[in-house]
């Protein structure tokens, strides 16, 4: 938990005031930009990490809904990275209280 708690601050230490030049770059066709990383860790934290712990607390025996690796692509449009970046932090700070509630 300590290590959850901790990455939305070291996130926006790295990328906060950087050139939108950098944060949207890629290494090429397939590979995601800082930008695109940080909306994929939002969709994460909105639809995979909580409720997957919650289906393994309730004891339920069938597969976890899949969850969709590229849903960011259309998610974050139209945000800035400092969009992303804060509701990442809410996130994450929401999901961790409720991890610690449902252990």
């Given amino acids: 938990m300590a290590i959850l708690q901790r990455t939305p601050a070291s996130l926006s230490a790295l990328l906060n005031d950087l050139p939108e030049t950098w944060v949207r770059a ?19 934290e909105r639809t995979d990490w909580i409720p997957r712990a919650r289906h393994i607390m309730a004891g339920n025996s069938r597969p976890f809904e899949p969850f969709d690796r590229t849903a960011q692509f259309t998610e974050s449009q139209g945000q800035s990275l400092p ?3 804060t509701t990442f932090a809410e996130l994450r700070r929401e999901n ?3 991890a610690q509630l449902i252990q």
Avoid: Q
Wanted: net charge negative.
């Fill in 83 to 85: 969009e992303l970046l």
């Fill in 26 to 44: 890629t290494e090429g066709d397939g590979t995601w930009s800082p930008y695109d990383v940080i909306g994929h860790l939002i969709h994460g």
């Fill in 96 to 98: 961790v209280v409720t």
